[in-house]
Structure formats: structure tokens, C-alpha cells
């Protein structure tokens, strides 16, 4: 038996880094998103990853510090779920409505639900689901 030479995958995975001026614009669309979505200042920390309220709410008002990478990923997990109900639904306001419908393909709980449990992968399973029903460009 042979064995194969396996290259190790790159040091960053493959997947390109969010600059500082992306993860910017991330946040204000964040905060526009938790708007279209109806989300409370409750829900949206939690979906941020356990955000202060008083970070929050300094968000809400244009205010935006250093922004880490486990909150960039969230972020882009969102606009990504975002992207992929505009996808999916004929108006945006379905697929609003969408996030907080209970699902049998979720066990009866909604997407939001899931996204609520404060996980990345939880953020992640949700696009990939998504992504997989037809919602991006790739799928179709």
C-alpha cells in the first residue's frame, strides 16, 4: 500500500479575510437588518454574540468600535442569510416574516429560534440550509 503526500490547507482556510473597512459596513448593515427583521436589542446581542446592550445601542447611534473576528463571521453569516431569503421569496417581507415562522424542517421552531441558541454554528446552519434550498446564485 502507497501512501499519498497531503498538502495542508492553507493558514487561513481557504476563506479570505474581512478587512476592517467590510466589517464596518457589516455593522451598519447589521444594525439595519435587526431593524427589517423586528429584532429586540435582547435578540440582536445575542445573535452578535452575546453583545452588551451598551454596545448595542452605541451601534444604533453610528458608533462602531473594534470589531473581532468571531463577530465579523456572525455578521457575514447574517448578511448571508439575508441574502439568500431575497433569494428565495417574491418580497422582502416574506422572507422577513420567514425568520420567525415555526418550520418542520427546524423541528416546528423558527430559524430565528435556532439562531437565538447564541452559536456561530447554529448562525452557519441556518445560511447553509438556506443556501441549499435554492437560496443563492450558485444554487439556482
Not at 438556506?130 to 444554487?139: D, F, T, V
Request: glycine share 10%.
Amino acid at each position: 500500500m502507497r501512501l499519498r503526500v497531503c498538502r495542508p490547507p492553507p493558514a487561513n482556510g481557504g476563506t479570505p479575510s474581512i478587512t476592517d473597512d467590510e466589517a464596518l459596513a457589516l455593522a451598519r448593515a447589521t444594525v439595519n437588518l435587526a431593524k427589517v427583521w423586528t429584532l429586540t436589542d435582547s435578540e440582536a446581542c445575542v445573535l452578535l454574540g452575546g453583545m452588551s446592550p451598551r454596545t448595542w445601542a452605541r451601534w444604533k447611534s453610528g458608533s462602531h468600535g473594534r470589531i473581532d473576528r468571531d463577530l465579523r463571521v456572525r455578521m457575514a453569516d447574517l448578511m448571508g442569510i439575508h441574502k439568500s431569503l431575497r433569494y428565495l421569496f417574491k418580497t422582502p417581507s416574506q422572507g422577513y416574516d420567514w425568520i420567525r415562522k415555526p418550520n418542520a424542517a427546524f423541528g416546528g421552531v423558527s430559524a430565528l429560534q435556532i439562531m437565538l441558541r447564541g452559536e456561530n454554528s447554529d448562525l452557519a446552519a441556518i445560511r447553509n440550509w438556506l443556501e441549499a434550498e435554492g437560496g443563492s446564485p450558485q444554487a439556482s
